[in-house]
């Protein structure tokens, strides 16, 4: 396995891969690797024959009370995973490497699709993964990129993303990988404490409640969704949102119809902890 740590590296490492004839795949990540993240590289290898993962935290992406300096960094044992997972090359940049050290005079504004779930509460979240995507498919130049349905509203901007401005880059989308009683696997986990890690799965065990009433009938979930949040609320969660919208357009949907697709999908605080997970379903 090949760690390149500069641009110049990463991109003669892809170079030389595409003059073996060989099909590229990306997985962008954060680090702090998880069984999720894993299942993204397994997916890859399915759909390429070599596999190119990133490890980067992107400090766009984090608002200023946010937990950029906090955020799990464990480079040692996600290179051990990588390197098990049979990944071909490691991208390890850092912001000098990212970002350089000059004035910016470009950013990447994204409309509708910002503006409901994380992007409604996270200011500057979606422009700052944007941003990082678009370098880092500009640099990776990969031929296909993996992402996890667990943050389905990034999957769904990225899509739009990779449409309007001509990335010929094929996109996966890989299922939420969840611990046996359900909570969806996350870096973020690890500041769950005990207690709240046995409370943690609670905000799934809503999410699959909601999707099998819908199921069994109940188009118009509002009451329910409302009293999920406050059973949310009885357990300890601050509940952040809770709603059913279009997987398309990301607007949050009042009255269902048969026949069409849908995105469940919820964000709540337990303590310090923002969790979100997300269901999709067609009635
Ligand atoms: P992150 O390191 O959190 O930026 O995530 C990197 C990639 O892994 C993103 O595409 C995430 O959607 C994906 N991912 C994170 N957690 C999970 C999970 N539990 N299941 C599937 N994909 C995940």
Known sequence: MEIAKSIQEIRAQVAALKA????????????????????????AHKHADAIVVSIYVNPEQFGPNEDFSTYPRTTESDLALCEKEDVAVVFLPDTETMYGSGKKFFSIEIEELNTYLDGGSRPGYFQGIALVVNKLFNIVQPDVAVFGQKDYQQFRIIEQMVIEFNHDIELLMAPIGRAEDGLALSSRNVYLSEQERVVAPSLYRALSYVEQQIKNGVFQPHLLLKHQQDELEAKGFKNDYLSVYSLDTLAPVQELEKGQRYVLAGAAYLGKTRLIDNLIFEI
């Open 20 to 43: 073996e004839g060989k099909r590229v795949a990306f997985v962008p990540t954060m680090g702090a690797l998880h069984e999720g993240h894993l299942s993204l590289i397994k997916m």
